[in-house]
């Protein structure tokens, strides 16, 4: 089986050092090594700049300069090869500051080094650089299609409202100032396109919220969510004929506030609205599971077919016809978007004609968090 080729630049003013390292690579079993040398800072750094090696070796001591400066001045000249400091026995200071100037690996010279030592460093740097670099190119993927989705909410906003507010004013003079010559059905047909015109205008509003969910950054702080479930609550006016009983003291959490608000403000409107009886009760309460807590919204409203329980969380989706719902089928799909993106999960119980209940957890803590996510 043929060796993969590899082009190896030492830069170390000891040759010496050069002649042992040449030897250790020509034994290597895995790699065709090529090997050139350059004795100082300035050579190495010429040759890094012309881009011609897959690996480079940095001694540390390089006369008035050293490999951990060489290594600074290749990180900024772009260089996206993979550099292996070599450095003495117990130069653990250095080999961290290598590390964390953009080495791919460090190694100690001396009576230890070997082949294998040495054409594992080399194989262990080179892919080591090609998953930083793999990621860096995801890095920059995730940044234009950000950019990309930034650009399309301005023009969602913008260009595409524009026109609709243009046809809902023409909509609104033709019923005002042509009244007397427009039949009772033309009337009819200017409210359906009215009706249309502000569905599609929410639509366009569902998708902003939407796509802002995770985008805009905003600081994460404690928040009390029995304080904020009862602003909520008077934000939404809700009908005298619909009971609401907060069941538990809710807890306080770690999170960015605004989110929580929209998770419990679109659960609570969902219930209200699907109450569908002359009058409703609605439930709001919360256990703790484990390093979470599990909340809940229950509802008597008119229930669920198990077979929907997915689809009412897709964006979009609703049960009831375009034309006889207000829903734009974005509210809970937000919702589910929130609660996935601070390490939860929701789900939803539901038996027709009964009610609902739509249940959600959070992390207790920042940490538990950080461990769902890894």
């Avoid at 993969?4 to 290597?28: G, N, P």
């Avoid at 906003?157 to 524009?162: G, M, Q, R, T, V």
């Avoid at 006016?237 to 929209?262: C, D, G, H, Y």
């Avoid at 409203?301 to 929907?308: L, R, V």
């Amino acid at each position: 089986m043929a060796r993969q080729k590899c082009k190896v630049l030492l830069v170390d003013d000891d040759e010496d050092d050069y002649i042992v390292t040449r030897d250790f690579l020509s034994d290597a079993e895995q790699f065709n090594f090529q090997l050139d040398w350059v004795d100082n800072f300035q050579a190495g750094l010429d040759e890094i700049a012309k881009d011609q090696h897959d690996v480079y070796l940095l001694d540390y001591r390089l006369g008035k300069e050293n490999g951990l400066e060489l290594l600074q001045e290749a990180v900024k000249l772009g260089c996206h090869k993979p550099i292996v400091l070599l450095t003495g026995l117990g130069d653990h200071d250095i080999d961290q500051q290598a590390m964390k100037s953009g080495a791919s690996d460090y190694l100690e010279k001396g009576h230890m080094l070997s082949t294998i030592l040495l054409e594992r460093a080399i194989h262990h740097a080179i892919d080591r650089k090609r998953f930083e670099n793999r990621q860096l190119e995801l890095m920059s993927e995730l940044a234009t299609a950000n950019q990309e989705l930034k650009d399309f909410a301005y023009i969602v906003s913008h260009d595409l409202k524009a026109p609709l507010r243009g046809i809902a004013s023409i909509a609104t003079w033709l019923s005002q100032d042509y009244r007397d010559r427009i039949d009772e059905e033309g009337q009819e047909m200017l409210q359906l396109l009215g009706g249309r015109v502000r569905r599609m205008s929410d639509l366009i509003d569902g998708i902003l919220q939407y796509s802002r969910v995770g985008r805009v950054q905003e600081e994460k702080s404690a928040v009390n969510l029995q304080e904020l479930l009862e602003d909520v609550m008077d934000m939404i006016a809700l009908p005298s004929s619909i009971e609401v009983a907060i069941k538990t003291e809710l807890p306080t959490v770690i999170a960015v506030k605004t989110q929580m608000q929209q998770i419990f403000q679109n659960l609570l409107s969902n219930a209200v609205k699907y109450i569908g009886k002359p009058e409703g009760k609605i439930w709001i309460g919360h256990t703790p599971k484990n390093r979470y807590w599990q909340f809940y919204v229950s509802d008597t409203g008119i229930g669920i077919d198990a077979k929907y329980f997915d689809k009412i969380f897709q964006i979009f989706q609703t049960l009831s016809s375009q034309d006889s719902s207000e829903s734009t089928g974005v509210g809970l799909a937000i919702v589910k978007k929130i609660v996935e993106i601070n390490g939860g999960k929701i789900w939803v119980t539901s038996e027709v004609g009964q009610g609902s209940t739509f249940f959600f957890t959070l992390p207790k803590s920042v940490s538990t968090i950080e461990d769902k996510i890894q």
